[in-house]
């Protein structure tokens, strides 16, 4: 087990992989003799969010992302929060902020792998503890001199207040390693594998969130 590791390339003709010590910067070569790929994944960003830039935008993936936004509401007045995203990240934010004026804005209905009569439910459950806005999108942002937005402008006219927001859109496989030495990218955008998890390449497997799976009833590849 190495942690605060991280590896840069693949060599898949001689089976080795170049690692770097994140700590000294020392690099060292490991050989494998089978490589599994679980790279996982990266939350998706919105242009006009970038939570680089301004820094009350946070994305929520881990444990650390958790702890940004709860140092960030301790040490800020922040009573107005805006989630972007009505899946399982959104609400999840949601249930966690309820004791702040929230809203959530939505691009479609909420859950929407949900039949509708089942995400409607959820709306309407929803609807007496936030400020919902589903079939919207972000269009213009405010921000003051300290670079935190505060204030969004919705696609249909509407207008949030905002001390916070969250970003819950989603993820995207991490796949550059792959990419790098030809590893087959599927039409999902992930890592393409067959039944056996096997890559296009011999001795390579791909699992979990960098990889794509296959659907139950229809055999097709999903992520």
């Known amino acids: 087990i190495y942690t605060e590791y991280e590896v840069n390339k693949i060599n898949d003709n001689d089976q080795t992989i170049i690692v770097t ?11 494998y003799d089978e490589l599994v ?14 939570s680089e830039e301004y820094n009350n935008v946070f994305k929520v ?22 989630i972007i ?7 999840e ?10 809203s959530i804005v939505q691009r479609s209905t909420f859950m929407p792998h949900l039949d509708h009569d089942m995400s409607f439910m959820i709306q309407e459950y929803i609807e007496d503890k936030a400020n919902v806005y589903t079939y919207n999108e972000i269009d213009i942002i405010d921000y003051d001199e300290n670079h935190a937005i505060n204030r969004v402008s919705l696609k249909t006219g ?22 790098e030495i030809g590893i087959n990218i599927g039409e999902t955008g992930a890592i393409q594998t067959n039944k056996y998890l096997e890559t296009n390449i011999p001795h390579i497997y791909a699992i979990g969130d960098a990889a794509e799976s296959y659907n139950l009833i229809t055999g097709n590849p999903i992520y």
């Open 21 to 31: 010590n994140l700590v000294n910067g020392e690099t060292m070569i490991q050989e």
């Open 37 to 50: 790929l679980a790279t996982g994944s990266s939350p998706k960003e919105l242009p006009q969010l970038n």
């Open 61 to 82: 993936k881990n444990i650390n992302d958790a702890q940004a936004i709860y140092n960030y509401i301790e040490g800020n007045d922040v009573q107005n929060i805006t």
């Open 85 to 91: 995203g009505g899946g399982f990240i959104g609400l």
């Open 93 to 102: 934010m949601l249930e966690q902020l309820s004791n702040y004026n929230t």
């Open 158 to 179: 509407e207008l949030i207040d905002t001390d916070l927001i969250i970003i819950g859109i989603g993820v995207t496989p991490n796949t550059k390693l792959a990419k």
